[in-house]
């Protein structure tokens, strides 16, 4: 099982919003809907901020919002604030009955 | 509310067993609520899910297929916990090791221990 595609890397502005990505196969992301996303600041334990593709735990902001079409599913942060710059991981369960993630996307608040 | 509590040394030696234990308060490992999962986090390989075990009416076991020749997940029901065993370690190993529960029918690792640095380093 290969691991789910992100950008390596994205950016914005303050205020601005900003679109993840995470492209799997119809052996993952495209066959159910568990996909989840996690926010990861420098040695810090990840934190889950989507998960069920579109489903925020309590406690994570409203600007987090998740989506998913065909095999690809998506992250958007609204509102960008300096606090949102970290490293994001997708993760989809498959049709081998494990997780994968995706390599990481890197998000810099310009 | 259920805790997780990581135990085990920071240093393997290469080709050495890397060993981690996992213990469960607040919940079973033969419970039915979940799966009880390890994953790992280092800088050049980012988060990788390891491999999990969980009961139903007997212990099932699902494994990474780039670890699956060498890891086993071990369920310890007197003691309510659950153990990892990487064989054969290489310095490629060195990560943040992480044990999580994860709810059935879901994606949501709701709960994860704190997390143990293992250095695998002659």
């Avoid at chain 1, 489903?55 to 989506?67: L, T």
């Avoid at chain 2, 690792?109 to 695998?120: A, I, N, Y």
């Amino acid at each position: 099982q290969s691991a789910l595609t992100q950008p390596s890397s994205v950016s914005g502005s303050p205020g601005r919003s900003i679109t993840i990505s995470c492209t799997g196969t119809s052996g993952d992301i495209g066959v159910h809907e568990f996909v989840s996303w996690y926010q990861v600041h420098p040695d810090k334990t990840p934190q889950l901020i989507l998960y069920d593709v579109a489903n925020r735990p309590s406690g994570v902001s409203y600007r987090f919002s998740g989506s998913k079409s065909g095999n690809t599913a998506s992250l958007t942060i609204s509102d960008l604030r300096a606090e949102d710059e970290a490293d994001y991981y997708c993760n989809s369960y498959t049709t081998s009955s494990t997780w994968v993630f995706g390599g990481g996307t890197r998000l810099t608040v310009l | 509310q259920v805790y997780l509590r990581q135990s085990g040394p920071g240093l393997v030696k290469p080709s050495q067993t890397l060993s981690l234990t996992c213990a469960i308060s607040g919940d079973s490992v033969s419970g039915n609520t979940g799966a009880w999962n390890w994953l790992r986090q280092s800088p050049s390989r980012g988060l990788e899910w390891l491999g999990k075990t969980y009961y139903t009416s007997f212990w099932s076991y699902d494994y990474a297929f780039f670890v699956k020749s060498r890891i086993t997940v071990i369920p310890d029901t007197s003691k309510n916990q659950f153990s990892l065993q990487l064989k054969s370690a290489t310095p490629d190993d060195t990560a943040v090791y992480f044990c999580a529960r994860q709810i059935h029918g879901s994606s949501l690792f709701d709960s994860w221990g704190q997390g143990t640095l293992v250095t695998v380093s002659s």
